[in-house]
């Protein structure tokens, strides 16, 4: 189905949310037919945050409360994640950049410095490259940046996966069985979910038609580079992510998960003006994890630019 092509926007205030910081406060945007969901607290540069599946905002809570003070914080929700609408869309990537992209134009966002995981990063970049004037920085962590090597990752999730992928199978795993919220996402934080966390990140999906756009992501993946809308996706990137001069950190965690050594090595012979920092312990959702260790990075790395 195809997402109307400009954004009509309106904004309107919802309750304050404590568990990212004194002051912070959700927000809605109405964009493209839709309403999209953010926290925000705080003022002058903005620092964006943006999340892949199948989290939200509150995935980022440990970090934004930790930089209060740092500039103007804003932490988006995803078409279809969290407390942002459900269209009838068929949530692919360029699906969701649309609407990303129209999230930065309706807050009319400038010298942003990008702070994202997953896909979430994928989007970030893109919306970098498209808008080069309007980014300061660019902070990735266990990105979807580029494919992967099936061999590189856990055999239990190449199965799952395979799975997935199968019509039929994948909608009984993740719209029915909802296992990739339940069972996916507490399995790959180090320490597990508590109850209420795990609440939170549940919520958004109560029904099996609800989680849909949760299903779309583990079928974009691309693994084996396949498929190859996917990777022509990411590809697109990567002359700019070799030519910008825009100051970028790539935060890599132990043992990780979509962030293998053969990616970093990339980074590292490819990527410009990149600093790669390891932080300590992380499985694939990291902000759960070292949320202390990210924010105080990603404050020396804004601090940093602020001199340059």
Known sequence: MTVPSAPSATTSPSPARPEFGAGATSNTVDVLGSALHYVES???????????????SYLWRGVFSRLQGKGRLLALDLIGFGESGKPDIEYSLEDHQRFV????????LRNVTLVAQ?????????????????????????????????????????????????????????????????????????????????????????TPESRRPVLVFPRALPVDAEP?????????????LRTSTIPKALYTFEPGFLLTPEIVDWVRDNVANIEIRALGAGGHYVQEDSPAEIAEAVAAFVSERGRQ
Request: no cysteine.
């Open 42 to 56: 705080g003022s002058g540069d903005p620092i964006v945050f943006l999340h892949g599946n199948p989290t939200s």
């Open 101 to 108: 992209d129209a999230w930065f134009d309706a807050l009319d």
């Open 118 to 206: 997953d896909y979430g990063a994928a989007f970030g970049i893109t919306w970098a490259r498209t808008h080069p004037d309007r980014v300061a920085g660019l902070v990735i962590a266990e990105p979807v940046l580029r494919p992967i090597r099936s061999d590189d990752l856990p055999a239990e999730f190449v199965a799952l996966r395979a799975e997935v992928l199968k019509p039929g199978v994948g909608e009984q795993i993740i719209l029915e069985e909802n296992r990739f919220v339940t069972g996916l996402l507490p399995g790959a934080v180090l320490n597990g979910l508590t109850d209420d966390d795990l609440a939170v990140y549940t919520a958004p999906f109560p």
């Open 228 to 240: 190859q809308t996917t990777v022509d996706f990411l590809a697109a990137n990567e002359d700019w």
